[in-house]
């Protein structure tokens, strides 16, 4: 079983940067790799996906301009620049990797356990 663990959260003020990575134990042959975000008392969300060649990505309407999905395949490793960090992006984040794709993340197949992103105002 592929695992899947993220890292690179932490705690920044407004304005601030972070880069999550997630890193994968082997390849899991997915259609979709994405970040997912849950913040306190809310749903999960989905943030962004990049598909498996890389050609096609999607953002949440509240992150793009702001934060980038990219995957180095040859490392097994997805990432997600965040710019501009605003403290509703607060949530934790994971990083997952389907079949399908949906901004609930059912079809999701794998999944990170989590890293804590808190933006401070």
């Known amino acids: 079983q592929v695992q899947l663990v993220e890292s690179g959260g932490g705690s920044v003020q407004a304005g601030g940067s972070l880069r999550l990575s997630c890193a994968a134990s082997?390849?899991?042959?997915?259609?979709?790799y994405a970040w997912f975000r849950q913040a306190p008392g809310k749903e999960r969300e989905g943030v962004a996906y990049?598909?498996?060649?890389?050609?096609?990505?999607n953002y949440a309407a509240s992150v793009k301009g702001r934060f980038t999905i990219s995957r180095d395949n040859a490392k097994n490793t997805l990432y997600l620049q965040m710019n501009s960090l605003k403290p509703e992006d607060t949530a934790m984040y994971y990083c997952?990797?389907?079949?399908?794709?949906?901004?609930?993340?059912?079809?999701?197949?794998?999944w990170g356990k989590g890293t804590l992103v808190t933006i401070s105002s």
């Open positions: 997952a990797a389907g079949r399908f794709y949906s901004d609930s993340g059912r079809g999701m197949d794998y």
């Open positions: 082997g390849d899991t042959y997915s259609m979709y």
């Open positions: 990049i598909t498996r060649s890389g050609f096609s990505m």
